[in-house]
């Protein structure tokens, strides 16, 4: 029997394809930069029983295999890198297994979208925390925890996705399918807690980029979504990034002792202020010229929150030009970014300002707050560096948010911005990949490493080598036949 009649027999004819015009789509992510290749077969399963029954008729063909949430990722994470694949669409495994009030906890099927799950803890009064990454409209469980997503909200306060995850149900390579967290004990009626039991063996997963299994069950914290918050929204003129630097130092310390809320704090560049201006997207921040910082607090009583603010307004106040708003017309764009309904649009417009002409590439990384201005500003040297190669590629380099993380740390958002010519296309990939080589010789942790940041950690020598040969002595163990995902990661 054909391999296409095996996957068929598993999923139905619907949900496999063969066919060209149906597989170009998954050929795409938001990224156009890197190459485009129609995947040979695309399958859909709606349980694991099915994705194992998939793995194993993918280790009697030796065929690959890539795992594909939302295809919102922007380092080809999703995007074939060989016909010669089947692409495992999860989005069938979308549903919401237990909502546990008593525990606090969410089971759900990882091709379920961030915000349909967010939507649905909202009405009962609880949210996940960190609500996935900025792409939550169409990002999944799956692809949020294989990236270490974050961004879409709550990362202030709750860090990344991955850190709310307590529970996983994972299919290996091999076809064995494993639940990590509380549940390795037998006797454990629900998840409830991640660490315990032995080694933390579920983190291998955790932003794995989709190599080392097939995620297809997982156990989240929910949290009570405090009904008070408020927000507010700064201009800086002077030195933005040293002045953001120290008022978050400030405000991480007091947050540590007081506990005020911050549910998140995003930072905007000068150059990507620049950007939303000259587009008019967010009118009445026409006529700063400098870098924007707003932040998010909540709070379960007025009282709290009204002293909360007060703290932190002072701070603010310190370091900042002059306060924006107050209202979002007024250029306070907290209300809109916090709404009822979450804040997914929060980059959009970084991306709506590029027009249809142009796309951006990323190059993200975590850096502990300590030395964010530093590296803004060698990422700006850098660009100053590369005029001329950026020039001849039509390209431009910038950080464009700044998204402030618990306890010490915040990732830089920064790619480059190209214009959309395939003539041009290798050369933006060559200084995109010296970017991301640059960001972590600079001491940047990559976090959605897709397929060409996990190729640059390793072609560019930042992994110890320790801990690289044990990475590939675990991906051995768990995919003996190296089918998930081959070449992240130069497996
Ligand atoms: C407008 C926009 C805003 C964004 N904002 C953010 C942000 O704020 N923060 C952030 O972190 N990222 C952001 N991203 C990048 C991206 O959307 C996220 O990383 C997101 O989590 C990817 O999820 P996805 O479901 O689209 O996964 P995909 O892109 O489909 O896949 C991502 C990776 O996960 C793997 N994968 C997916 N599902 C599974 C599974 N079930 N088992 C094993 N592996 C799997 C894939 O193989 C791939 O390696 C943004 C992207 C866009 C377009």
């Known amino acids: 029997m054909a391999i296409i009649d095996e996957l068929t027999n598993i999923v139905g004819n619907k949900y496999c394809s063969d066919k060209d015009y149906i597989n170009v789509a998954y050929s795409r992510t938001i990224d156009p930069c890197l190459p485009e290749i129609i995947p040979k077969l695309v399958v859909r399963p709606e349980s694991t029983e099915q994705v194992i029954e998939i793995i194993n008729i993918a280790n009697k063909y030796k065929t690959p295999i890539l795992p594909r949430g939302g295809g919102c990722g922007i380092m080809g994470g999703s995007k074939p890198i060989s016909e010669d694949v089947i692409v495992v669409d999860m989005t069938r495994m979308d549903k919401i297994l237990d909502i546990n009030e008593k525990d606090y906890t969410v089971t759900v099927e990882c091709g379920l979208s961030w915000s349909r799950l967010n939507a649905v803890l909202f009405e009962k009064g609880y949210y996940t925390g960190n609500m996935g990454p900025g792409s939550g409209l169409n990002a999944v469980i799956g692809g949020g925890l294989s990236h270490h997503s974050g961004g879409g909200g709550g990362c202030g306060k709750y860090g990344k996705c991955t850190e709310n995850c307590i529970g996983l149900e994972v299919v290996l390579g091999t076809g064995e399918c494993i639940t990590f967290g509380s549940q390795q004990n037998k006797y454990v009626e629900k998840p409830f807690v991640r660490l315990g039991l032995g080694p933390d063996l579920m983190g291998i997963f955790l932003g794995d980029n989709g190599t080392m299994g097939i ?136 991306f709506s300002v590029l027009g249809p002409n142009y796309y951006a590439t990323s190059s993200e990384m975590i850096v502990p707050v300590s030395k964010m201005a530093e590296i803004l500003h060698k990422l700006d040297e850098w660009e100053e560096e590369k005029n001329d190669e950026l020039f001849e590629a039509d390209a431009e380099s910038g950080a464009s948010h700044i998204v402030m993380l618990p306890h010490n740390s915040c990732y830089i958002g920064c790619g480059l911005s190209a214009t959309n010519d395939e003539d041009l296309k290798e050369d933006v990939i060559k200084l995109w990949r010296e970017q991301l080589e640059l960001m972590s010789k600079l001491g940047g942790v990559l976090y959605m490493a897709g397929q060409i940041g996990s190729q640059v950690l390793v072609d560019s020598k930042i992994y110890t080598e320790p801990f690289y040969s044990f990475f590939k002595r675990v991906k051995k163990l768990v995919d003996p036949n190296n089918l998930i995902s081959p070449g992240k990661f130069r497996f």
């Not at 700063?288 to 909360?308: C, K, M, P, Q, R």
């Not at 306060?323 to 970084?350: F, R």
């Open 215 to 350: 995620k297809t069950k997982a156990t989240m914290k929910i949290y009570p979504k405090p009904p008070y918050f408020s927000g507010k929204t700064f201009f800086i003129e002077d030195q933005p990034y040293e002045n953001v630097q120290n008022m978050v130092m400030e405000l991480h310390k007091m947050g540590w002792s007081q506990g005020l809320g911050i549910y998140d704090y995003f930072f905007t560049p000068p150059p990507a202020v620049m950007g939303v201006t000259t587009d008019h997207l967010i009118k009445s921040w026409g006529d700063i010229l400098g870098g924007v910082i707003f932040y998010v607090h909540e709070a379960f009583s007025e009282t709290v929150l009204e002293d909360n603010s007060e703290t932190i307004e002072k701070i603010a106040k310190k370091y900042t030009t002059r306060e924006l708003g107050p209202s979002a017309e007024e250029g306070n764009i907290t209300d809109w970014y916090y709404g009822e309904q979450g804040h997914w649009q929060v980059y959009h417009y970084g």
